[in-house]
């Protein structure tokens, strides 16, 4: 019985989830009394292989093919990783890439699929707390039929940190080309370019406090003063002011930024879902009884067309 976790990386670049997934995955070993196996499929496996040797991974798994994501390669390759090593627990990203794969990797080896979990403790059985009704109520169900493949929330574990002491080898795998239905031709950025908010370390984060459209330049003002990356939530990105990947919340991104300045933004549980991670969360809002406020280390009770010009001048702004 192991534990292998498959990290998860986008255009040459681990994602955050992967370390965070070895941090859970430890967890799990320690409980089960086993080893930590992490796995890369695909592009720079040496670097990638050497950034996830970190403390608490027991043994890294390279699998070379190819150079981006494929959803045929990885359930291909994961699969046999898995049954090899004697998976007890194979642990994924609950992203875009981990959801393409993970289902059709429990199918095909007969293992338990469970998704989008927040929370994992083993003691003989398998707990997993994950939340429902749009992240208003957590639930802790016991899932007692292993071996199990879950996928895990970003952002809900720490980072695995250190240089670890893991054996790293290559893992071959005789891929079904012919079952490989799809190829990479190429990428589109969509709006917004490539700011990916997730990476930031300080967020300014604009809510319908801000009113219209046109106001939207004082904020953008704190952000380039300040050094920050705007991002926003969800009514500004249905609204059209800001593109998609600008939202934080339960349909946008998971954040874990240093601060984040929460400006005109009620605190609803489905954007909280997304930047609860953060170390020092601060608020400008002018309900002291905005929900925003129970989960904020600081605030400010004030109307933000006179706080944000009054903190640009405060950082050298104009
Ligand atoms: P509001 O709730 O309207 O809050 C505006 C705040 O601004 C108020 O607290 C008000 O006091 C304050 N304010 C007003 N004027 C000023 C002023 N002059 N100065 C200072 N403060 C002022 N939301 C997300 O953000 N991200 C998501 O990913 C997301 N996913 C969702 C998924 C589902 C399935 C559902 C049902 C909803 C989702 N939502 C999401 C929407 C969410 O429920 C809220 O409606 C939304 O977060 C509210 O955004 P807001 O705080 O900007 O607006």
């Given at each position: 019985?192991?534990?292998?976790?498959?990290a998860?990386?986008?255009?040459?670049?681990?994602?955050?989830?992967?370390?965070?997934?070895?941090?859970?995955?430890?967890?799990?070993?320690?409980?089960a009394?086993?080893?930590?196996?992490?796995?890369?499929?695909?592009?720079?496996?040496?670097?990638?292989?050497?950034?996830?040797?970190?403390?608490?991974?027991d043994?890294?798994?390279?699998?070379?093919?190819?150079?981006?994501?494929?959803?045929?390669?990885?359930?291909?390759?994961?699969?046999?990783?898995?049954?090899?090593?004697?998976?007890?627990?194979?642990?994924?990203?609950?992203?875009?890439?981990?959801?393409?794969?993970?289902?059709?990797?429990?199918t095909?080896?007969?293992?338990?699929?469970?998704?989008?979990?927040?929370?994992?403790?083993?003691?003989?059985?398998?707990?997993?707390?994950?939340?429902?009704?749009?992240?208003?109520?957590?639930?802790?169900?016991?899932?007692?039929?292993?071996?199990f493949?879950v996928?895990?929330?970003?952002?809900?574990?720490?980072?695995?940190?250190?240089?670890?002491?893991?054996?790293?080898?290559?893992f071959?795998?005789?891929?079904?080309?012919?079952?490989?239905?799809?190829?990479?031709?190429?990428?589109?950025?969509?709006?917004?370019?490539?700011?990916?908010?997730?990476d930031?370390?300080?967020?300014?984060?604009?809510?319908?406090?801000?009113?219209?459209?046109?106001?939207?330049?004082?904020?953008?003002?704190?952000?380039?003063?300040?050094?920050?990356?705007?991002?926003?939530?969800?009514?500004?990105?249905?609204?059209?002011?800001?593109?998609?990947?600008?939202?934080?919340g339960?349909?946008?991104?998971?954040?874990?930024?240093?601060?984040y300045?929460?400006?005109?933004?009620?605190?609803?549980?489905?954007?909280?879902?997304?930047?609860?991670?953060?170390?020092?969360?601060?608020?400008?809002?002018?309900?002291?009884?905005?929900?925003?406020?129970?989960?904020?280390?600081?605030?400010i009770?004030?109307d933000?067309?006179?706080?944000?010009p009054?903190?640009?001048?405060?950082?050298?702004?104009?």
């Amino acid at each position: 019985m192991t534990v292998l976790a498959v990290a998860d990386h986008r255009r040459g670049d681990l994602r955050d989830v992967s370390f965070e997934l070895l941090t859970a995955g430890r967890e799990l070993a320690d409980a089960a009394g086993t080893d930590l196996h992490a796995a890369v499929v695909s592009g720079d496996t040496e670097s990638f292989a050497e950034d996830l040797n970190r403390e608490g991974v027991d043994h890294v798994h390279a699998v070379e093919h190819g150079e981006e994501f494929n959803h045929d390669v990885y359930a291909q390759a994961v699969e046999a990783l898995a049954d090899d090593l004697d998976a007890e627990f194979v642990l994924v990203p609950n992203s875009v890439n981990g959801l393409d794969y993970a289902p059709a990797v429990a199918t095909r080896t007969g293992r338990t699929y469970v998704s989008d979990a927040i929370d994992l403790a083993y003691d003989g059985a398998l707990e997993v707390t994950r939340e429902m009704y749009g992240s208003k109520v957590e639930t802790t169900v016991e899932v007692t039929d292993g071996p199990f493949v879950v996928s895990i929330r970003g952002a809900e574990w720490p980072a695995a940190e250190g240089v670890g002491d893991a054996e790293v080898s290559t893992f071959d795998v005789d891929v079904d080309e012919d079952a490989v239905g799809s190829t990479v031709k190429g990428f589109e950025e969509v709006g917004g370019g490539d700011v990916d908010i997730a990476d930031a370390n300080f967020l300014v984060s604009i809510g319908r406090g801000i009113e219209e459209e046109e106001n939207l330049e004082l904020v953008e003002a704190l952000a380039e003063t300040t050094g920050a990356t705007l991002s926003s939530s969800r009514p500004i990105v249905d609204n059209g002011w800001l593109p998609k990947n600008r939202q934080v919340g339960q349909s946008g991104k998971q954040v874990t930024p240093d601060v984040y300045l929460a400006i005109g933004i009620s605190g609803a549980v489905q954007h909280v879902a997304g930047m609860k991670g953060a170390d020092t969360i601060i608020a400008i809002n002018t309900d002291p009884n905005a929900p925003i406020y129970d989960i904020a280390d600081y605030g400010i009770v004030g109307d933000l067309f006179d706080v944000v010009p009054a903190l640009i001048e405060e950082f050298g702004g104009e």
